[in-house]
């Protein structure tokens, strides 16, 4: 057996190492029931879930970050742009008491219940699994990145079935770059393989 050079130039790695950057192979099936009617497209860098039920089928996390300080439960939240909330959903602050969405728009949301001191601008919020819980259960734990933007409407906004993407697992990412936040907790889940730069 022989060496072969195929470049002069560049990172050379040893032929142990199979994939430096790797995806899913033959790629993820999206869920795409849950978006706002206003959403057409997810992009590129979404953090995903891979559902529990359904082998290959993954849903994206929703998380958003406050614009100003958040001080009492019924009172708009100022969020920034784009999110996926929904009407109905659990919204709440990581470790702390989550709330249920009773308005939502591009810019704020409104959550029912708020059983923590003065939240402050910055802070990223995340989906629950429930309401009204200190002990609360995250909704989904991050364990791949999509890897490119994928269309959930078509032209007349009607909601397209699960769509088929590419989605990484190991690699590293520019934070910077990602289209929603990303919450301590997600970086945890992700930890053993992807790195936030």
Do not use: H, M, W
């Given at each position: 057996m022989s060496?072969?050079?195929?470049?002069?130039?560049?990172?050379?790695?040893d032929p142990v190492f199979?994939?430096?950057l790797e995806d899913i192979p033959g790629g993820v099936t999206v869920k795409t029931d849950r978006f706002p009617t206003d959403t057409k497209?997810?992009?590129k860098g979404a953090l995903l879930n891979a559902d529990a039920t359904t082998?290959?089928?993954?849903?994206v996390l929703k998380t958003v970050r406050l614009t100003a300080d958040f001080l009492a439960a019924g009172t708009a939240m100022a969020v920034e742009a784009p999110h996926l909330f929904k009407l109905g959903e659990f919204i709440h602050i990581y470790?702390?008491?989550?709330?249920?969405?009773?308005?939502?728009?591009?810019?704020a949301i409104v959550c029912a219940a708020r059983a923590h001191a003065t939240v402050t601008s910055g802070t990223i919020l995340d989906e629950a699994n429930a309401?009204?819980?200190?002990?609360?259960?995250?909704?989904?734990?991050?364990?791949?990145?999509?890897?490119?933007?994928?269309?959930?409407?078509d032209d007349e906004g009607t909601l397209l079935d699960n769509i088929f993407a590419g989605a990484v697992?190991?690699?590293?990412?520019?934070?910077?770059?990602?289209?929603?936040?990303?919450?301590?907790?997600?970086?945890?889940s992700l930890t053993d393989r992807i790195r936030f730069a």
């Open positions: 060496l072969q050079v195929t470049k002069e130039s560049g990172s050379i790695y199979l994939k430096i497209e997810i992009k082998l290959g089928l993954y849903n470790g702390v008491t989550a709330g249920t969405i009773t308005r939502v728009a591009s810019t309401a009204a819980t200190t002990d609360y259960a995250i909704k989904y734990a991050a364990n791949a990145v999509l890897r490119d933007t994928i269309k959930v409407r697992v190991r690699g590293t990412c520019d934070e910077s770059e990602l289209p929603y936040f990303v919450t301590a907790a997600d970086k945890v």
